[in-house]
């Protein structure tokens, strides 16, 4: 998205060229983010949950919505949990150090790693059982929720 000359003209006389241009870059750059993300990031933590992994993600991409990404930060699984996780076509693998694991530290490493709108959390050994499951979990946040959980 270009700004429009007759806007940088004023500004370039003014000598405010360079923080125009950079409001422009950062506009052009915020834009196609937000045009080339996904609507979710979805960020399962885990630390040995092969048992359970596999169907987690297979319940993630069965859903009817496909604008999502996965991101798996893992914590030193040592069971096979990745080679399970790596079946599916998730985005990305964050590791944490197990000395350095919280809940909250693994989160927000996943949180880093995502692109989407919105991040979505789930534990390895849940489940989703229905189709539509992140779609109705998104839905309410175009009427202004700013929070679910549950």
């Known amino acids: 998205m270009e700004i429009p000359t007759t806007t940088l ?3 370039i006389e003014r000598g405010h060229w360079i923080w125009v241009r950079a409001v422009q870059l950062i506009s052009q750059s915020v834009l196609f983010r937000l045009m080339n993300s996904p609507r979710a990031s979805i960020i ?3 630390y040995n949950e092969r048992e359970h992994i596999g169907r987690l993600l297979h319940g993630i991409f ?3 919505m496909d604008d999502f990404e996965v991101i798996l930060v893992d914590s030193g699984s040592t069971d096979g949990t990745l080679e399970v ?5 998730i985005e990305d693998v964050v590791y944490i ?3 350095k694991f919280s809940f909250g530290r693994a989160l927000n490493y996943g949180c ?3 692109s989407g709108t919105f991040c979505v959390f789930a534990s390895a050994h849940v489940y989703p059982m229905r189709r539509d499951w ?3 979990l998104l839905m309410k946040f175009d009427d202004d929720v700013a929070l679910v959980y549950g």
Do not use: D, G
Not at 85 to 89: G, K, L, S, T, Y
């Open 62 to 64: 069965e859903q009817r």
């Open 85 to 89: 996780a790596r079946q599916f076509p």
């Open 9 to 11: 003209r004023p500004a």
């Open 44 to 46: 399962v933590r885990c």
């Open 134 to 136: 992140l779609e109705t």
């Open 112 to 114: 880093e790693a995502a």
């Open 97 to 99: 150090a197990p000395e």
